[in-house]
């Protein structure tokens, strides 16, 4: 396609690591978001077995039908209290639980104050909830400042990544707090990319910030670092139970396989135990950046596990992807509607699963096509 933006798919044939099977060829892979190296890990995939050989392979109906149990319930409590909420509740995934908590929270009459860097599926709840939306500038407190001056009826509601999953960057959560408490607005974190990495024990980014407010709505996945699947919204009792009853994307679907839950209450623990993983990350990233320090093109400015090369042109940043992959390395172009115009980049993304020769390898091919 002419402007470079053509999607395609490539099939894996091995389990989720940094070295991967695409078409019988072997790759040294930068692209996932397995930030801990958990999803091929032996303890969760012997937990689930467990899980299917005492639940079976499918939960057969929606939470409040008979879909939900004990495995779900266990996990629940776990995840509530790892992130220090009173209450948490599971979804399939992140994108059903951003539709779910938005739309239940807000409607017609109510404002939604946005970041313009937000994940699409936060994009998408703002939408689908019918409140009016007014969206800020990247990470601009001023801006939002000036927004939220606005005398409005309704209620408010602030919605953020905490961790920018194409930045890599984070969100001034303590400055928005400040904010939310000054106007009387509720706030929606999104942690798809600290839960497990950032923090004490993993435990996040409002851990990150040593934040806790009842007016943080908290939401985080659980197919990125944890390893497995499924996401959960952690809050105060009296907004769960509102989710319970008024999310559509809780409602009306079928509950995740039990056997999922019993795979995520080990992954909690071995994220809970993992600060060893968690400071090799941080080995690598350094390695990483000073690697790449005098490159002809730049990283963008992030402390976490997401490292996006920025190239600008669509066109440059597939031939360098394309050029990368010949190599046998495997790191993800990432191009507009993701990212804004003009700002197509390599998002390079380490794991604690990577060596320091993984990295070492990258960024020699890196220098090697910058000639
Ligand atoms: C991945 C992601 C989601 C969606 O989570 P899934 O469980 O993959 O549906 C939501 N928000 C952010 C910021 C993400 O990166």
């Known amino acids: ?19 991967i099977v695409v078409d ?4 040294l892979s930068f692209c996932s978001n397995d930030y801990l190296g958990l999803a091929n890990h032996p303890e969760l995939i012997d937990a689930m077995q467990r899980g299917a050989a005492q639940y079976g392979a499918g939960a057969g109906a929606a939470h409040l039908v008979s879909g939900h149990t004990r495995a779900h319930h266990e ?9 220090s909420k009173p209450a948490a509740l599971l979804f399939s995934t992140g994108y059903m639980a951003n539709l779910g908590a938005v739309q239940a929270l807000v409607g017609k009459g109510d404002t939604v104050f946005a970041d313009k860097l937000n994940h699409a599926s936060l ?21 939002l400042a000036q927004l939220l001056e606005k005398p409005r009826s309704g209620r408010k509601l602030v919605i953020a990544d905490a961790v920018f999953s194409m930045d890599g960057d984070l969100a001034p959560l303590p400055e928005l707090l400040a904010l939310c408490e000054r106007h009387d607005a509720w706030m929606l974190v999104d942690d798809a990319h600290g839960f497990g990495v950032l923090g004490e024990q993993g435990r996040g980014s409002l851990a990150h910030f040593k934040l806790d407010s009842p007016r943080i709505i908290y939401m985080a996945t659980l197919g990125k670092a944890a390893g497995v699947f499924g996401a959960f919204v952690a809050a105060e009792q009296v907004v769960i139970n509102t989710l319970v009853n008024h999310a559509h994307s809780y409602v009306y679907t079928t509950a995740t396989p039990p056997a999922l839950s019993v795979a995520l209450l080990d992954s909690i623990k071995l994220i809970e135990q993992g600060d060893g993983l968690r400071a090799h990350l941080q080995l690598l ?4 950046r000073s690697g ?29 992807s394309n050029a990368l992959r010949e190599r046998g390395i495997w790191v993800a172009a990432i191009r507009p509607p993701t990212v804004p115009q003009g700002t197509a980049r390599l998002r390079i993304t380490l794991s604690a699963a990577h060596t320091a020769a993984d990295v070492t390898r990258l960024i020699g091919a890196l220098h090697e096509l910058a000639r």
Request: charged share 20%.
């Open 1 to 19: 396609m002419a402007q470079g933006l053509l999607r395609q798919r490539r099939t894996l044939q091995s389990p989720q690591s940094p070295h």
């Open 24 to 27: 019988g060829k072997p790759y």
């Open 75 to 83: 996990l629940e409590v776990a995840l509530a209290d790892f992130v």
């Open 292 to 320: 790449l320090h005098d490159l002809r093109w730049k990283l963008m400015p992030s402390s976490t596990a997401i490292q996006p090369l920025l190239i600008g042109d669509n066109k440059a940043a597939l031939e360098l």
């Open 285 to 288: 990233l350094a390695q990483l």
């Open 123 to 143: 994009n998408d709840a703002m939408l689908l909830s019918r409140a009016e939306v007014q969206r800020y500038r990247h990470n601009d407190i001023a801006q």
